[in-house]
């Protein structure tokens, strides 16, 4: 049920580049991304609706392919405070019944080094 | 802001105990989930309510139930705490069925001796 991310793992210096991937087995509706720092909870920076409506962070992009039931996160230029775990949650299409249940990947940590 | 409040930061309980996690939110949101969070294993949905006396089980709902009597408190409850219970419980809430952003709770990081 929960969707793969790839890679597990990726460290990087400053001002580098980074992709995240989230594929799903099940039709979405919705991909959301989250960041978590240690010691705190996950933080919201991004949904990607079928049909190509987005909504969330400026410096951050993603996009969503759902005929590939495929999401990919874009970190450009990353500074240090991108450091931390990235969670992929896929909402599926009336999954139990319903549509906001949202399930997570996971997790893709993610290291910048000065 | 939402604030989404659980009740305890960290909770030990001993090997058998019937053991409450409470979640309440501030925001009117109609669904409410409850994960459990483990190195290597990310995020896992234990159980979720869309509304109030409505859940649905998630991926890993056995030794779990919930309750959602009033639309602002989810109770995650362990029937018969069990050592492989012992995790990091997180609660998040979010807006109705449109599939809007979910807030996250600290989390309560509970040990079962």
């Known amino acids: 049920q929960q969707p793969v991310q790839s890679p597990q793992a990726v460290i990087l210096r400053e001002g580098e580049d980074a992709v995240i991937n989230c594929s799903s087995s099940?039709?979405?509706?919705?991909v959301h991304w989250y960041r978590q720092k240690h010691g705190e909870a996950p933080v919201f920076l991004m949904i990607?609706?079928?049909?190509?409506e987005q909504k969330g962070h400026e410096k951050i992009s993603a996009s969503f392919n759902e005929k590939k039931q495929q999401s990919s996160l874009y970190l450009t230029a990353s500074q240090l405070s991108y450091s931390g775990t990235y969670f992929c949650?896929?909402?599926?299409?009336?999954?139990?019944?319903?549509?906001?249940?949202?399930?997570f990947g996971k997790g893709t940590k993610l290291s910048v080094k000065p | 802001d939402v604030k989404v409040t659980q009740s305890s930061r960290y909770l030990v309980k001993r090997t058998g105990e019937k053991v409450f996690l409470e979640c309440v939110q501030d925001m009117d949101h109609e669904n409410m989930f409850w994960y459990r969070q483990d190195p290597g294993l990310g995020l896992r949905l234990i159980y979720f309510s869309y509304d109030v006396k409505m859940k649905e089980k998630g991926d890993i709902p056995e030794g779990y139930s919930v309750s959602r009597e009033k639309k602002e408190r989810f109770s995650l409850i362990l029937e018969s705490a069990s050592t492989n219970q012992t995790s990091m419980y997180l609660c998040a809430t979010s807006l109705g069925q449109k599939n809007t952003e979910a807030f996250f709770g600290q989390g309560t990081r509970l040990t079962v001796v």
């Open positions: 990607l609706l079928k049909g190509g």
């Open positions: 099940k039709a979405l509706y919705s």
């Open positions: 949650g896929t909402g599926g299409v009336n999954y139990g019944g319903s549509q906001g249940n949202l399930i």
